[in-house]
């Protein structure tokens, strides 16, 4: 049966690759990638040779039909995005549902994703949680934000370092200033990180040290 294999990749550590992982990469036929030179560089680090064709946001509906036929007729596909796992805050969805749709198996390996670490590292309730992502950068930042006024579980958001002191204070703005909180960044790398408190104590710490890197805030829910 045609399959589909969604590839993690390491988000920081070359470590953090499984052995399944590593296998797959060689069998395949083609490697779609979110980015062909960050994919090359860890291909060329664990000495994988292999053709590898761009598949990103900004070209993923006009390819996808032909790589569903590609998978169809016999040809091993893998999809992997720069960092972490296919599909999470990353293309992936899009061809998936593609390819179930053609009755084409979609096997989803488990392996590195940033948000995991960060939550079960943050010291707030991990039983149950809710995950964001990204909030839009302006129209309906504030709308989505408001509709978590009232969420009990753990809230989980991906930002970049440049707007996270603004997204903090949204935060604190609808949440409350003494609403706790954690902020991980550059997990699984050299200069890994990670701030706990309230969101009023992390907006002076970040005010104070503007951070580098990616970046996972965690919001405990409301009480």
Do not use: W
Not at 51 to 59: D, E, F, G, K, R
Not at 61 to 77: D, L, M, N, S
Not at 143 to 152: Q, W
Not at 161 to 168: F, S, Y
């Amino acid at each position: 049966m045609s399959k589909l294999y969604l590839i993690p990749t390491p988000i920081g550590n070359l470590e953090d690759i499984t052995l399944r992982a590593l296998r797959l990469l060689k069998e395949v036929d083609i490697i779609l990638a979110e980015d062909t030179r960050q994919t090359k560089k860890l291909l060329q680090h664990f000495e994988i040779t292999k053709t590898v064709i761009s598949h990103h946001m900004h070209n993923e509906h006009q390819t996808i039909e032909r790589i569903v036929q590609q998978i169809a007729g016999g040809t091993k596909v893998a999809l992997v995005s720069d960092a972490g796992t296919p599909g999470i805050s990353d293309p992936g969805f899009l061809l998936t549902r593609a390819c179930i749709e053609k009755g084409i198996e979609v096997i989803a390996l488990p392996g590195a994703t940033a948000f995991v670490p960060a939550l079960v590292s943050s010291g707030l309730p991990c039983d149950r949680f809710v995950f964001e992502g990204f909030l839009p950068q302006k129209k309906g930042r504030q709308t989505r934000i408001n509709a978590l006024i009232e969420e009990n579980r753990t809230m989980v958001f991906y930002e970049s370092p440049h707007r996270l002191v603004k997204a903090l204070e949204q935060f604190a703005l609808a949440f409350g200033t003494d609403r706790k909180a954690s902020v991980s960044r550059e997990i699984s790398k050299m200069f890994e990180e990670h701030k706990r408190g309230t969101l009023a104590e992390l907006i002076l710490h970040f005010t104070a040290t503007p951070p580098k890197g990616e970046i996972v805030i965690c919001v405990k829910g409301k009480e």
